[in-house]
């Protein structure tokens, strides 16, 4: 029996655990062991996802938040090793790109204990934003990467990683896995009723290099004013957003323009699945936009799913408020054109489960 101790901490990670640990549960020959270590520690950012994706309670729940980068992976690296050293497992797997899959991965590969990275290999080439770091120096130290792209795996040829003892393998996304299983699960919330079934555009804004700077935040804001005069928008607005918005002072003056509460998984995939398009600068929710067959604006400069804007069903507009715009009124006017099978066919987990074993 081959044990598996799988980290978690933050929103994406858990709906790809979902996915995993259904497979897992399926099998005889695996068994696993769940760290959260409270990287998202507010309710409506961790608690949910638990209970509507029925995740497995964690095993060890750290409750480690709230703190820097620096502060909260130390704390992570001590507490995940004391965990490791009791368990005794014989894979470590981590997810994605936060300070948890990052203190997950130093602490399995200090004890020799055989790494495993799920979205491996993908590159924004944006060294300023921790997420890049943490994904760089997790890909270096693993000893299976999972990509999810083609894409993913050029990056990690460019790199030199057939040079590294590891491998790399192109499995499909474990996000589209997810979108497929839970779509027909979908709940709408409760506020929608007060869209009056019109048309609205999903938003959600939480990057700290947005949140934290004061005409990035604004210029934003001002994009959506004006595309608010024309379609409802919706923006779950996440915690650090919501502090920001008070600290700036920003004034958010439009009948259709809905801030809400964050929201679980079932409830976004309802939103995305009646929404007109998406603007986001997450990297999940970009996928998932796709998954669903909707355009999207990403409010960055650069984006690891390069092959969205390739194909045209995402638009890199940065923060600039007329670009957030211009970019809306083109997708809004352009038929989304049949998809072609970017991120796999629907069963990565089971592709990932049988590497492990």
Same mark, same amino acid.
Request: a negative charge; charged letters at 25%; hydrophobic letters at 40%.
């Given at each position: 029996?081959?044990?598996?101790?799988?980290?978690?901490?933050?929103?994406?990670?858990?709906?790809?655990?979902?996915?995993?640990?259904?497979?897992?549960?399926?099998?005889?020959?695996?068994?696993?062991?769940?760290?959260?270590?409270?990287?998202?520690?507010?309710?409506?950012?961790?608690?949910?996802?638990?209970?509507?994706?029925?995740?497995?309670?964690?095993?060890?729940?750290?409750?480690?938040?709230?703190?820097?980068?620096?502060?909260?992976?130390?704390?992570?690296?001590?507490?995940?090793?004391?965990?490791?050293?009791?368990?005794?497992?014989?894979?470590?797997?981590?997810?994605?790109?936060?300070?948890?899959?990052?203190?997950?991965?130093?602490?399995?590969?200090?004890?020799?204990?055989?790494?495993?990275?799920?979205?491996?290999?993908?590159?924004?080439?944006?060294?300023?934003?921790?997420?890049?770091?943490?994904?760089?120096?997790?890909?270096?130290?693993?000893?299976?990467?999972?990509?999810?792209?083609?894409?993913?795996?050029?990056?990690?040829?460019?790199?030199?990683?057939?040079?590294?003892?590891?491998?790399?393998?192109?499995?499909?996304?474990?996000?589209?896995?997810?979108?497929?299983?839970?779509?027909?699960?979908?709940?709408?919330?409760?506020?929608?009723?007060? $869209?009056?079934?019109?048309? *609205?555009?999903?938003?959600?804004?939480?990057?700290?290099?947005?949140?934290?700077? &004061?005409?990035? !935040? +604004?210029?934003?804001?001002?994009?959506?004013?004006?595309?608010?005069?024309?379609?409802?928008?919706?923006?779950?607005?996440?915690?650090?957003?919501?502090?920001?918005?008070?600290?700036?002072?920003?004034?958010?003056?439009?009948?259709?323009?809905?801030?809400?509460?964050?929201?679980?998984?079932?409830?976004?995939?309802?939103?995305?699945?009646?929404?007109?398009?998406?603007?986001?600068?997450?990297?999940?929710?970009?996928?998932?936009?796709?998954?669903?067959?909707?355009?999207?604006?990403?409010?960055?400069?650069?984006?690891?799913?390069?092959?969205?804007?390739?194909?045209?069903?995402?638009?890199?507009?940065?923060?600039?408020?007329?670009?957030?715009?211009?970019?809306?009124?083109? $997708?809004?006017?352009?038929? *989304?054109?049949?998809?072609?099978?970017?991120?796999?066919?629907?069963?990565?987990? &089971?592709?990932? !489960? +049988?590497?492990?074993?």
């Amino acid at each position: 029996m081959v044990k598996v101790v799988t980290i978690v901490g933050a929103r994406p990670q858990f709906i790809k655990a979902a996915v995993v640990s259904r497979a897992i549960a399926a099998s005889d020959k695996i068994t696993e062991v769940i760290i959260h270590t409270g990287q998202h520690f507010d309710p409506g950012m961790s608690d949910i996802f638990f209970n509507e994706l029925q995740i497995p309670t964690p095993a060890y729940n750290l409750a480690i938040g709230g703190g820097t980068h620096g502060q909260n992976t130390g704390r992570m690296i001590e507490a995940i090793e004391s965990i490791l050293i009791k368990e005794k497992p014989d894979w470590v797997v981590v997810y994605g790109d936060t300070d948890s899959t990052l203190a997950g991965a130093l602490a399995a590969k200090k004890l020799h204990i055989k790494l495993a990275h799920v979205e491996a290999g993908l590159r924004s080439y944006n060294m300023r934003m921790p997420e890049e770091l943490n994904r760089i120096l997790t890909d270096r130290i693993s000893d299976i990467l999972f990509c999810p792209t083609d894409t993913a795996i050029s990056n990690l040829v460019k790199e030199g990683f057939e040079n590294f003892p590891c491998r790399f393998i192109k499995t499909g996304d474990v996000m589209y896995d997810a979108s497929l299983f839970y779509s027909n699960r979908a709940k709408q919330p409760s506020f929608s009723k007060s $869209l009056d079934n019109r048309q *609205f555009v999903l938003c959600t804004i939480h990057r700290a290099e947005n949140t934290d700077n &004061e005409k990035k !935040l +604004k210029e934003i804001f001002d994009a959506l004013l004006r595309i608010s005069t024309f379609v409802d928008i919706v923006v779950p607005v996440h915690p650090r957003t919501v502090k920001k918005i008070k600290e700036f002072g920003l004034k958010i003056t439009s009948e259709k323009l809905h801030l809400v509460d964050p929201v679980g998984y079932l409830e976004m995939i309802w939103l995305l699945q009646h929404s007109q398009l998406v603007l986001t600068d997450s990297g999940g929710l970009q996928k998932e936009a796709y998954f669903f067959q909707k355009a999207c604006v990403t409010l960055r400069e650069e984006t690891e799913w390069v092959e969205l804007v390739k194909t045209g069903f995402n638009i890199l507009a940065g923060t600039d408020s007329n670009l957030i715009f211009d970019s809306y009124i083109k $997708l809004s006017e352009t038929p *989304f054109k049949e998809a072609p099978e970017l991120y796999g066919d629907g069963h990565s987990a &089971e592709s990932m !489960l +049988k590497e492990l074993i």
